[in-house]
């Protein structure tokens, strides 16, 4: 089955460390987490880390869902790991939604 909804974040740290701690944090937790958005209906989830911007402590995070109702389900938790996050770690998020119009898959 294909995603029908993606939603990309960014997400900008203060410092080189605050981005590898995030990442630490998250492969702490995903074991745990993962089973749940699974349940709810998030297919994938890619983490990366942005190098084309200098200077700049940028990672991204693409979430791919079955449809709009599976994002809505799973952004309780979301909203629960991000307010416990921006507590420790403040950070800046850009959210981008949207329904997929081609998926094209080359390999």
Known sequence: MSAKLINF???D???DSDLELSFYRWQ?????LLPILKEKG???VVSTRVWNKSGIFRAGALF???DENSYKNCQ??????EKISQEKRPRKIVSNR??????????
């Open 76 to 81: 309780p938790i979301f909203n629960k790991i």
């Open 42 to 44: 998030l297919m994938r």
């Open 64 to 66: 791919e869902y079955e």
């Open 98 to 107: 949207g329904i997929v119009i081609f998926d094209d898959v080359l390999r």
């Open 13 to 15: 740290f203060q410092t």
């Open 9 to 11: 974040n960014t997400f």
């Open 28 to 32: 702490e937790r995903k074991e745990e």
